[in-house]
């Protein structure tokens, strides 16, 4: 080799290594404020001990309490999940932090997912709210509560797209958008986390289930989740980028294998994707034994090779497996994993102890929680979440609201099921704290004036003999409210149902009760959209409560009697039927478009018609191609004109802003928000963009007759994708902009970017 050429090389190189390096350093947690605390201890740990915090255990792993003290004395144990109280908590950091040989407190984790005593609406139902501040405010009260009984982490927030609500887990997502799961995430972690970790009254949050979780096949959990790149990057990586934003101090990584590879074992998703292009510097942890299970997919032939995979993509904490704790010492002695990784991941995880305040107050003082669990402010937030939460799906001849002193019929299984209204994922919530519909109607409308006959015991329930208390209700009242739904186990982890219909005899139920001649109004309490094909023409009005938590019977008395106005709009396109799924708003534009004039019904095919294929179009020949309720759609008492679309430009240089404006004027007769969307569309680009894609809202009060503009500005991080290797690119070319009221609707300005 020529020295000119050598020269040349080196030249090239040297950037190149530098480069990479710099990138890696910036997103190595050895750079932060603890890295000499964080160096010292590593110096001082054995290898034991190392592996020791890269372990989450369960105490029902060990026979007694006893035994589980001992594992923390002898430093076998990082990190605890499910345990509470402050004395137990105490009493184990102690043993932790005077007994084991380096004083290395625990981290407590646990699934604090929509509330910890004070129970909110399921993340699904917070995600109809729209309202930021207010999904925050719930996160920082459960923090509050959860930190005061000694936890120090929990699993939330859950920010996995999903455009199926056969999905059990749907309930604990934001629905199928990823700039509402986005908003979510950015919600649930400053409210967790607060200013200051160090805060006795934060908690670290846990973005899950990366990646690609929501994708699960046939809605059937754990199932396989095959993700093209272009999907990944645009539509379920935007929430965990979001997530890193806003500071999470850790992730989850999920159960699925995602093209052929478990979410666990994935190293270019982890380790390039999260760590280095995302710059996350918290720690990494599985979920429940998803390190084993990578056995069970058959990509690990045994533990040893699981944990292997599993620190060599990055993960730095098992939980419930002991793969790493059997394993991790005989790979570094064969040189199968480096110390560097290991140490790397005890480093992310003391990074996270030291940020959470653990090594100088790992107490919590234990005359905290009296005062805090379900304080009455706390339950003044769930209720005025629980109201934002519900959507109103339908209200001929303004049925609602009812006039206070109406007679009514208060039916249905969950009118006064304190357990059910909580939804899942409900550890530490207590179903004594629950206000229910019927506790509620008496209070505010009185007993003389409620007639309850719940019909049906539960959800499921297949006996009708209650049916003849609920005819007897109904001739007693003017109107009908039933509150139907699911019962809280039919939704959450595990939770698939192939069919959506309501459960048991519901259905029958209704029938009965619009058949008396008295106006109905359904009240949907569930943890995903139920099919509301078969039932919805039974009722006047329907709202869609989801799960709305402890705070149940005030929220839906206030919005049914109107003290509230309904004002949620829909996370998630509501299918006909299980045959339409997957369906959602942002569906790449078809070569065959569905109209209104060009789609054809089955009954219109005449018999023995003859075969042909002109004028197909992408539709189903029974339902159709729209939705039964399309994303983003919800309605008020009041009523909402927009006009005035106006742009700031036709065209605009991609490095300019565009901003969009347009009049909203409450035309009815209540004070009343409303969620404004602004949704894009790209005409042409080098791949096939949505036919169109939330970008930005807003929820405004308005009075009656009062007009208020809405101003967007749109820039390029808004009008850009991702190609499938990930890169970000605004191309130029015509786009249109609507301001709408859901994703079917709206006024559209087109502009175009320019060269
Ligand atoms: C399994 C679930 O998938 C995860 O979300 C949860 O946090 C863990 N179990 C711990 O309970």
Excluded at 452 to 460: D, P, Q, V
Excluded at 686 to 699: A, F, H, I, M, T
Excluded at 721 to 726: M, N
Aim: glycine fraction near 8%.
């Amino acid at each position: 080799m020529t020295r000119v050429f050598k020269l040349a090389l080196i030249l090239l190189i040297v950037p190149i290594i530098f480069g990479a390096c710099k990138a890696e350093k910036a997103a190595s947690v050895h750079d932060n404020q603890y890295a000499n605390e964080i160096q010292n201890l590593l110096r001082q740990m054995t290898i034991e001990e190392k592996i020791a915090q890269m372990s989450q255990v369960d105490p029902g792993f060990y026979q007694s309490a006893d035994a589980l003290k001992e594992a923390i004395r002898n430093d076998e144990i990082g990190s605890i999940l499910n345990v509470t109280g402050a004395e137990n908590v105490n009493e184990l950091q102690r043993i932790a932090i005077e007994e084991s040989r380096l004083g290395i407190p625990l981290i407590i984790g646990r699934d604090v997912i929509h509330g910890f005593r004070t129970i909110f609406p399921i993340p699904l139902g917070m995600a109809a709210s729209w309202n930021e501040e207010l999904v925050r405010e719930s996160a920082a009260i459960a923090a509050k509560e959860a930190a005061s009984v000694g936890i120090n982490w929990t699993f939330a927030p859950m920010i996995d797209v999903t455009r199926d609500p056969r999905w059990g887990r749907i309930a604990e997502s934001a629905g199928e958008d990823p700039l509402l799961n986005s908003m979510v995430a950015r919600a649930m972690i400053h409210g967790f986390q607060g200013d200051d970790l160090s805060n006795p009254l934060t908690i670290a949050a846990c973005a899950k289930h990366f990646v690609g979780y929501g994708a699960a096949e046939g809605g059937r959990d754990y199932n396989n989740t095959p993700i093209p790149d272009y999907y990944l990057h645009n539509l379920f990586l935007p929430p965990f980028r979001e997530a890193v934003n806003a500071g999470a101090a850790t992730v989850m990584t999920a159960f699925n294998e995602i093209n052929g590879i478990p979410a666990t074992g994935h190293k270019h998703n982890i380790r390039q994707i999260l760590r280095k292009e995302y710059g996350f510097n918290g720690f990494i942890v599985s979920d429940w034994a998803s390190i084993e299970e990578m056995i069970v997919h058959g990509y690990s032939a045994d533990g040893k090779q699981a944990a292997q995979q599993a620190l060599e993509a990055g993960v730095d904490m098992e939980m419930a497996s002991r793969t790493y704790t059997d394993n991790l010492k005989q790979l570094l002695d064969e040189g199968k994993v480096k110390m560097e990784w290991i140490d790397e991941a005890v480093a992310n995880i003391l990074y996270v102890k030291f940020q959470l305040g653990l090594f100088e107050n790992p107490y919590v003082d234990v005359s905290l929680a009296d005062s805090l669990l379900v304080h009455p402010q706390h339950l003044e937030v769930a209720k005025k979440l629980a109201e934002e939460s519900v959507v109103l799906l339908k209200n001929e001849q303004n049925t609602l609201p009812l006039k206070k002193g109406t007679k009514v019929a208060l039916i249905g299984p969950l009118a006064h099921q304190p357990y059910e209204q909580l939804g899942t994922w409900i550890f530490d919530g207590d179903e004594n704290d629950s206000q229910t519909v019927l506790d509620a109607f008496i209070e505010f409308n009185g007993s003389n004036n409620t007639h309850f006959a719940e019909g049906l015991k539960y959800s499921r329930d297949q006996s009708t003999t209650g049916f003849s208390d609920v005819s007897r209700a109904i001739a007693q009242s003017d109107v009908v409210v039933a509150i139907v739904g699911e019962e809280s186990i039919l939704s959450g982890e595990a939770k698939t149902l192939a069919e959506l219909k309501l459960p048991g005899k519901q259905e029958e139920l209704l029938v009965l009760a619009a058949s008396k001649g008295k106006p109905v109004i359904m009240v949907v309490m569930a943890g995903r959209p139920t099919g509301l094909l078969q039932t919805q023409h039974l009722a006047d009005a329907i709202l869609y409560a989801w799960h709305p938590g402890t705070m149940a019977g005030p929220a839906l008395a206030n919005l049914i009697f109107g003290n509230s106005v309904p004002s949620g709009k829909l996370p998630v396109t509501f299918p006909k039927g299980e045959g339409q799924i997957p369906i959602y708003y942002a569906h790449n534009m078809s070569g065959r478009p569905a109209t209104a004039d060009n789609w054809v019904h089955i009954d219109d095919i005449p018999v023995q018609a003859v075969q042909h294929s002109l004028g197909n179009t992408n539709h189903s020949l029974d339902y159709g191609f729209t939705p039964l309720y399309p994303f983003g759609y919800g309605l008020s008492y009041s009523s909402f004109e927009y006009s005035n679309i106006e742009i700031s430009d036709n065209q605009i240089q991609v490095s300019e802003t565009l901003t969009v404006t347009a009049t909203i004027k409450n035309t009815g007769e209540y004070t009343a928000n409303e969620i404004v969307q602004l949704y894009i569309r790209d005409l042409s680009a080098s791949y096939v963009r949505p036919v169109r894609e939330l970008k930005n809202y807003q929820k405004i009060e308005l009075q009656p007759g009062e007009s208020k503009q809405v101003n967007f500005t749109l820039d390029k991080s808004d009008l850009g994708f991702y190609k499938p290797d990930g890169t970000y690119i605004v191309e130029p070319g015509k786009f249109n902009v609507w301001i709408a009221e859901h994703a079917e609707t709206g006024l559209m300005a087109e502009f175009e970017i320019s060269e």
